[in-house]
């Protein structure tokens, strides 16, 4: 490793994350600290039916304005089954059931600052329940677009979700493999 821990202090934490500061020695042997966002993991969830996608759209209190993405969350408890979990956030923010759950795969969110690893899966053979969003979800509303559409939002920036563009991207690669 290039960067050695010297040691390690939980400087916050609330039921959603931890942080930690590490002080930490370079390969050169220079000395530092470095900031870490712990969460635990999470699932992103493409809920397609034929031609349709379904997101969700929240006002996100960061970047203080709504923002259109697809369902995606975490229980905030370590060791969940991360198919379990996709099928209860599904569930949850939309009110969508899915008959096939599909992985795709598990990718790191942010891991310049952050450890949260956010599991992917495509949801199909859909059908609606009642939805049970959380009190922060309060002002959730779904849609669901054209997969054309969406793709035109993806690219002229309605969009902006990094999470939303990472999966689709996943999403499209593990598709064109399924043709060949």
């Not at 040691?7 to 959603?16: F, Q």
């Not at 942080?19 to 493409?46: F, N, P, S």
């Not at 008959?99 to 310049?112: D, S």
Request: one cysteine or more; aromatic letters at 10%.
């Amino acid at each position: 490793m290039s960067i050695r821990t010297v040691s390690t202090r939980e400087v916050y934490r609330n039921p959603w994350l931890r942080v930690r500061e590490d002080q930490i020695e370079r390969a050169g042997g220079k000395l530092g600290i470095y900031g870490v966002v712990e969460k635990d993991d999470c699932a992103v969830i493409l809920p397609i039916e034929e031609e349709t996608v379904y997101l969700v759209e929240q006002f996100r209190y960061t970047i203080q304005q709504r923002a259109l993405e697809l369902p995606q969350g975490g229980w905030e408890m370590a060791d969940v089954d991360p198919e379990e979990l996709a099928r209860g956030e599904l569930r949850e923010e939309t009110g969508l059931v899915a008959e096939r759950m599909t992985y795709l795969g598990t990718m790191w969110i942010a891991y310049g600052f952050a450890r949260q690893k956010q599991h992917v899966f495509l949801a199909t053979g859909l059908r609606m329940e009642t939805a049970d969003p959380d009190p922060e979800e309060h002002d959730l509303v779904v849609r669901w677009v054209p997969i054309a559409e969406f793709e035109a939002m993806l690219l002229d920036g309605r969009i902006q979700d990094g999470c939303t563009l990472a999966a689709w991207g996943l999403y499209r690669l593990w598709n064109d493999r399924q043709k060949s």
